[in-house]
């Protein structure tokens, strides 16, 4: 039987930086990719901070660098903030997972591509055996000492170690549109609940003329495909033409909430699969990558201990929830109360941030990956956005905790 001290199920960015850690740290890793090749399909819009640069350790993914963003409301009313520099990067999505795909195996990693991870059969005193399947249909099995779960929103890891699932998928839709009438420094955001409830549409400019226009929306009885239908209407109706079609279409899913445990025995959740995933955004890029460098230490200590177990594991869960946990949480707070704003209400918080002190705080605190810094700000700078908003929030930004039990959790899907 083959073995792996560690056996990695997915090769995003989350997966090949726990690999190349690890392999880099001298334990023997094997990744498996259920796809047959690492960066396809894509799967994100791909609009990172320099956080993500830095973490993947270049630059050579890059494709543009953004340095404002505008942001409609269902009336397409709009504020729009520019930097002086750049505050966000387009990036070659399917090139950043090939780039740490490579990192990982110069470190020393094994890979197996168009291999999928089916079951486990548990050892109390001992090594795992993992259940795999490759495209052909054959089976084999691999011993190892731990798995790391990196395969996304529907983890079979996550199912095979008994590990809750999020309590919210959102269905999303992106198209990538190969000329662009928008402005090729600048991200729009539309608002609305007709063409996204639950979250928002988004057009990025792609570095090479065209665009990646994309939904996510609230699960429900319209699909994601029909959101986007009504947001390319919107951005035909916001740029007055009509849009040439799709080079490319991505369907793909975002876990919003978070989970009791994200560790157990021998197994540990990293990226979307631990629904390490900003909830006012959507993006899991940075938060994934972050946290896997968080496991890598936790993992090497307890190989070297030779204690895998869920006491042990728990330190995972315990740094990861210390370091980004609580943005999270405020995060979840904000968005139970964004989701029940009602078209009307988005129009006026479009007007509400046209101020021009607003909007000044937002170019100075803004950040993508910790939203609710400048949230904060804001909400205490303006008295009419703070009325657009239930009483909760006051609470909230007196430093009280960020829960409103007037208020139900949201739309939830059944744990898998």
Known sequence: MERADVLVVGAGPAGTTVAAGLAARGHDVLVVEEHGRVGHPVQCAGLVSQRVLDLAGSQSMVLDAVAGAS?????LGSVSFTAEG??????????????????????????????????????????IVAHLTDTEGRSREIEAKVVVGADGVASAVARAFRLRRPVEVLPAFEAEIPRSPGDARQVEVYLGNEISPGLFGWWIPDGSGGARVGVAASAGPVTARAYYDRLIRQVERRFRT???????????????????????DRAILVGDAAAQVKPLSGGGIFTGMRCATIAVDVLDRALRAGDLS?????DYDRA??????EEFRQALFLRRLFVRLSDADLDRLIEALQGSDLKASIVAFGDIDFPTHVARKLLRQSPSLLRLFPKAVSAWLGGGPPVAPDLEPGPRRSAQ
């Not at 279409?249 to 560790?263: A, E, Q, R, Y």
């Not at 990861?320 to 946990?325: D, H, P, R, T």
């Open 242 to 264: 009509t849009l040439p079609g799709p080079t490319a279409m991505l369907v793909s899913g975002i876990p919003i909430g978070t989970l009791p445990k994200t560790s157990t």
């Open 86 to 127: 750049p505050r966000a990067f387009v990036i070659d999505r399917a090139g950043l997972d090939v780039l740490l795909a490579d990192k990982a195996a110069r470190s020393g990693a094994r890979f197996a591509t168009g291999v999928r991870f089916d079951r486990v059969v548990a050892s109390r005193s001992g090594p």
């Open 310 to 314: 869920a006491a042990a594991l728990a």
């Open 71 to 75: 942001v409609f409301g269902p009336s």
């Open 320 to 325: 990861w929830q210390a370091e980004l946990g």
